[in-house]
Nanobody, 122 residues
Framework: QVQLVESGGGLVQAGGSLRLSCAAS????????MGWFRQAPGKEREFVAA???????RYADSVQGRFTITRDTAKNAVYLQMNSLKPEDTAVYHC????????????????WGQGTQVTVSS
């Protein structure tokens, strides 16, 4: 089993920045891919970014160039640096992990954190 705990959410004005952190514990050695999904009220869950080990990354088109995902395998942690935030980025952000490869599908991630709220005011 793998446990994921997110932190770093909050309220920020449009154009501002936030850095989300996700601490993993348990059988973390098996986690090939880690990433982030988000869900806004009344909307479907959507892929944000993912990273395989410390190298390969994928981003949703909506965050490309504004968000950066990094991973510290020694600390079993993954981070999401969010810059130039927009009101449409408002959502609950969930950290995810999978023994498999990079994927943009939520079905491919077996482990999920409880989520952290990000609110961007206009």
């Amino acid at each position: 089993q793998v446990q994921l705990v997110e932190s770093g959410g909050g309220l920020v004005q449009a154009g501002g920045s936030l850095r989300l952190s996700c601490a993993a514990s348990g059988r973390t050695f098996s986690m090939g891919a880690m990433g982030w999904f988000r869900q806004a009220p009344g909307k479907e869950r959507e892929f944000v970014a993912a990273i395989r080990w410390s190298s390969y990354q994928r981003y949703a088109d909506s965050v490309q160039g504004r968000f950066t995902i990094t991973r510290d395998t020694a600390k079993n942690a993954v981070y999401l640096q969010m810059n130039s935030l927009k009101p449409e980025d408002t959502a609950v952000y969930h950290c995810v992990a999978s023994p498999g490869g990079l994927s943009t599908s939520s079905d491919d991630y077996a482990y999920w954190g409880q989520g952290t709220q990000v609110t961007v005011s206009s």
